[in-house]
């Protein structure tokens, strides 16, 4: 199977980490000459297509990574059989906007942590081909319908404020004298404990929440704080903005 990556910018390069972690072939990968095409082809020994003509009519998956306001003119005109799958990581970007002709087309949404076989993807309608390229990046969460993938991608700006969070705690713990590495691994490795136990489990997250919520204690004290400072409204309303941003995109 030949893999087509259009539009190799930081997430495709990201994808492309993963992918060659994994033990994809370099080979049997195919990038379009343009973003940091030509200087990861030299890096990973990847080939290039002349084209995005070119890398459609050679590639069995076609990974799309423009951006959203790109998208539809990046894939119109192409060559496009109905043996292909598309796969678009644009936001977004609905599937009928996408005119790939007898194609197969998905969505997904990596997370720049496929570089290191992490990222949990959101991923709409279920396709095999597609899931032979996502399962290689982390686990695959596939959704019901359009609206539910819009819903789903808001996690990826909840990425970033996590990535954000992690940042001011371990600045926090470092300048009250802790050692900045130290500081920066405990509080990531925190996070990913956090979400591993929500993860694995089926215990309702109310319950395991109010496990560490003991009266008087820390969890509660900081709790009450954040909440006093209306933390849980700024996020929700952090949610509600990037997701109107979606609605609006996919509606043009």
Known sequence: MIV??????????????????????????????????RQLAQRWNIPLARDNEDLVSRADIVLLSVRPVDAPGAVAGLPWRADQTLLSFC????????????????????LTAAA?????????PANLAAFDVLEKLGPII????EREFEVASVSAAIYGWAQDLIRQSAGWATCQGGDADAMRRLAALTFVAAGRLIAETDRPMDVLIGELVTPGGITELGLDVLARERQPQAWQAACDAVLHRLSEQAST
């Not at 936001?91 to 998905?106: C, F, Q």
């Not at 596939?142 to 319908?145: E, N």
């Open 91 to 110: 936001a977004g970007v609905p599937l009928s906007s996408l005119d790939v002709g007898l194609a197969h087309a998905v969505r997904a949404m990596p």
């Open 116 to 124: 290191i076989n992490a990222s949990p993807t959101a991923c709409f």
């Open 4 to 37: 087509g990556i259009i539009g190799v910018g930081h997430l495709a390069a990201a994808v492309l980490s993963g992918l060659l972690r994994a033990g994809v072939d370099p080979a049997s990968m195919l990038l379009s000459p343009r973003g940091q095409a």
């Open 142 to 145: 596939t959704l019901r319908d």
